[in-house]
């Protein structure tokens, strides 16, 4: 060092000529130090500066997918950020598997045999996996989005369920009747899903009733009044209302409407109501009817 401290006070350039011929020769050297078969252009070199690119690239690969992983997530909550970890797993495998390929070019290695040869497995697997994907991109607009939150009750083809948990390629949850129905996330995305409490919690329910023609319709709509009043689970405030809502064939149709805040448990609620409302109408000699077909037979005397 003081050899060359010396050198660079006589003489700048024999300083410079020492670095490039010397140090940098060295480097090169080192780097170019390795396995080298064949010659020409089907040479294959492994050589130690590959592999140092190739442990630099990984290196800055995951410290890049952490950084993004952590400014895509961070106002997500504790739950959803681990469900982030196998996509972003995934993503860096895919990123290592193509600086592989470009280590693998740059060293010789023709690799377009390899691509063309495996060109119609990927597809082959594209294709298998086209749901697997779909539901993975529809868990993450789930997620993102806030869409659809654990403790939601959703309808999926004429099914009411209560969401219980959230995953990347499928949603969770468990029907009136206490099963458990996985539902894909892609369906989320292509059909119509109806959210009962994505706004809020409370919503409205109907019960619907037919009286007899020539009862007192202003007695029938306080005693469903009454009955709302009376029910437990039904609130006060949204009032109930009741509604005349037409003439029907055999009967006057009333319909009942009130607000609850567990729609999960609505049935309970609304045979409650019925069972109030057909006490009442019965004590009240109220009638409920039932549909009547008046048959007219007509007999024809036949001339002899």
């Known amino acids: 060092m003081d050899k060359i401290l010396i050198m660079s006070q006589d003489d700048p350039n024999k300083l410079k000529d020492i670095l490039e011929n010397d140090v940098w020769v060295s480097i090169q050297e080192f780097l170019n130090f390795g396995l080298h078969l064949g010659q020409g252009d089907k040479a294959i070199h492994v050589t130690v500066g590959l592999l140092l690119a190739i442990t630099v690239a990984f290196i800055v690969t995951t410290v890049i997918l952490k950084w993004l992983r952590r400014l895509f997530t961070r106002k997500m909550e504790p739950d959803d950020k681990l469900k982030f970890i196998s996509v972003f797993k995934f993503i860096r495998y895919m990123v290592y598997l193509v600086v592989v390929l470009i280590t693998v070019s740059a060293s010789g290695v023709d690799i377009t045999i390899l691509l063309t040869a495996s060109a119609a497995l990927f597809v082959g697997l594209g294709l298998a996996l086209q749901e697997l994907f779909q539901d993975v991109i529809g868990g993450i607009f789930i997620i993102v989005d806030k ?18 948990e959230i995953r990347l390629r499928t949603v969770r949850a468990i029907t009136r009747d206490d099963k458990v129905v996985i539902i894909p996330n892609h369906k989320f995305i292509s059909n119509t899903i109806y959210n009962y409490t994505q706004n809020h919690k409370t919503t409205r329910e109907q019960v619907k009733v037919g009286v007899a023609y020539g009862s007192d319709v202003k007695l029938v709509t306080q005693v469903l009044e009454n009955v709302a009043q009376e029910q437990i689970g039904i609130l006060k405030n949204p009032k109930p209302i009741v509604l005349f809502e037409d003439f029907g064939d055999s009967a006057l149709l009333f319909s009942l409407n009130f607000y609850i805040t567990d729609s999960f448990t609505d ?7 019925r069972y109030k409302i057909d006490a009442k109408f019965r004590e009240l000699k109220i009638t409920i009817p039932f549909p009547q077909r008046d048959v007219h037979v007509f007999q024809q005397n036949k001339k002899k």
């Open 147 to 164: 869409s659809l939150s654990v403790g939601d009750i959703i309808e999926v083809e004429d099914r009411v369920g209560k969401v219980f």
């Open 267 to 273: 049935p309970i609620i609304k045979s409650e109501v």
